[in-house]
T-cell receptor, first 112, second 112 residues
Framework: QQPVQSPQAVILREGEDAVINCSSS?????VHWYRQKHGEAPVFLMI?????EQKGHEKISASFNEKKQQSSLYLTASQLSYSGTYFC?????????????FGPGTRLSVLP | NAGVTQTPKFQVLKTGQSMTLQCAQD?????MYWYRQDPGMGLRLIYY???????DKGEVPNGYNVSRLNKREFSLRLESAAPSQTSVYFC???????????FGDGTRLSIL
């Protein structure tokens, strides 16, 4: 089942912060985050595994709350280069094994 | 270091024609994936292959077939193209379900 992302879209000025949320109705094994710029392929940002760890990548970090079955992506002091669509991908288990599903995406626009 | 290579990059077909999209990776990854992305939408999984010799249906497999020719190559075939299959097709590979997915540049397919 597809995870839910919020917000659907957000507009920022350079230097502002943003939070993108990803939630699942199923227990999560891990969460991936990707960024896709217009006309390009998605690019991997980070993976978070069970255990509630927080990871960082330059000024982009993420957390994983296993209990709430959700992950949040934090973009601080946003730059123009952060513009794009952010997708979470969730890994869950069922009787047939692991399942990976992308969320619908959050479109982020950073303005000068 | 090529990563994931998709061919062709662009293709225009007439309804009813068939074609095969090619994908090859040089990262010695076990898992390979085919996604489609419609304008303004997220990535939907068509088929995936967890290892050489195995393939499984994803969310939207109807109208497509796949072949995992060897560890490097994973092809997607449209037997009788329909306008609803107009989309951007991405191939990806990873070391496993909880490993980063690396994407090719995509094939932009239009069916008239």
């Amino acid at each position: 089942q597809q995870p839910v992302q919020s917000p659907q879209a957000v507009i920022l000025r350079e230097g502002e912060d943003a939070v993108i949320n990803c939630s699942s109705s199923k227990a999560l094994y891990s969460v991936h985050w990707y960024r896709q710029k217009h006309g390009e392929a998605p690019v991997f940002l980070m993976i978070l595994l069970k255990g509630g760890e927080q990871k960082g990548h330059e000024k982009i970090s993420a957390s994983f709350n296993e209990k709430k079955q959700q992950s949040s992506l934090y973009l601080t002091a946003s730059q123009l280069s952060y513009s794009g669509t952010y997708f979470c991908g969730t890994v869950t288990w069922d009787n047939y094994g692991q399942n990976f599903v992308f969320g619908p995406g959050t479109r982020l626009s950073v303005l000068p | 270091n090529a990563g994931v290579t998709q061919t062709p990059k662009f293709q225009v077909l007439k309804t009813g024609q068939s074609m095969t999209l090619q994908c090859a990776q040089d990262m010695n990854h076990n898992s390979m994936y085919w996604y489609r992305q419609d304008p303004g939408m997220g990535l939907r999984l068509i088929y995936y292959s967890a290892s050489e010799g195995t393939t499984d249906k994803g969310e939207v497999p109807n109208g497509y077939n796949v072949s995992r020719l060897n560890k490097r190559e994973f092809s997607l075939r449209l037997e009788s193209a329909a306008p609803s299959q107009t989309s951007v097709y991405f191939c990806a590979s990873s070391g496993g379900e909880s490993q980063p997915q690396h994407f090719g540049d995509g094939t932009r397919l239009s069916i008239l």
